[in-house]
């Protein structure tokens, strides 16, 4: 099957997969979330315009699979939702870095010298200590393992 897919921008992406069939297609167009809900949990997200426009955008990713119409955006997104609902630390902990590291940003002179670098570090430092929380009953792991395999058939 020929699998077809535009980037925001415009540029076409082709590829032949053998072993891409409709109940593919289907598996990948259901979702826990629909549409509505997540454009209603972007909507109450505490983020700029711009970045909401942005996960919107990702919404309305498709890939055509011969005459099937995949939404793939809407799965990651869906997936993302479901992770960070069922793995709180892991996402607080995420956050906690990220405004961690908006903080050292925000010092005079030092802040720009250290936030490219300690902004990360410290995203990376609170998402692995609450994974570690997480992880403690193998349930997130086991939730991202099932998430990649989800999209397994439109590997190249």
Do not use: H, M, Q
């Given at each position: 099957m020929i699998l077809e897919a535009e980037t925001p921008d415009g540029k076409s992406f082709i590829?032949?997969?053998l072993n891409f069939g409709p109940e593919d297609a289907e598996e990948i167009n259901r979702t826990t979330n629909s549409e509505s809900k997540i454009k209603s949990t972007i909507e109450n997200l505490n983020i700029s315009a711009d970045a909401k426009s942005a996960l919107y955008s990702i919404i309305n990713a498709t890939v055509r699979a011969g005459r099937?119409?995949?939404k793939i955006g809407r799965k990651i997104l869906d997936v993302v939702?479901?992770?960070l609902?069922?793995?709180p630390n892991a996402s607080f902990g995420l956050v906690?870095?990220?405004m961690m590291g908006i903080l050292v940003a925000s010092i005079p002179f030092i802040g720009a010298i250290m936030a490219p670098f300690l902004a990360p570090l410290a995203m990376i430092y609170g998402f692995v200590v609450g994974i570690k929380q997480d992880l403690n009953d193998k349930n997130l792991a086991n939730a991202i393992a099932e998430a990649s395999a989800r999209?397994?058939?439109l590997r190249a």
């Open positions: 590829s032949e997969k099937f119409i995949v939702i479901e992770t609902k069922n793995f906690l870095g990220g999209f397994d058939n």
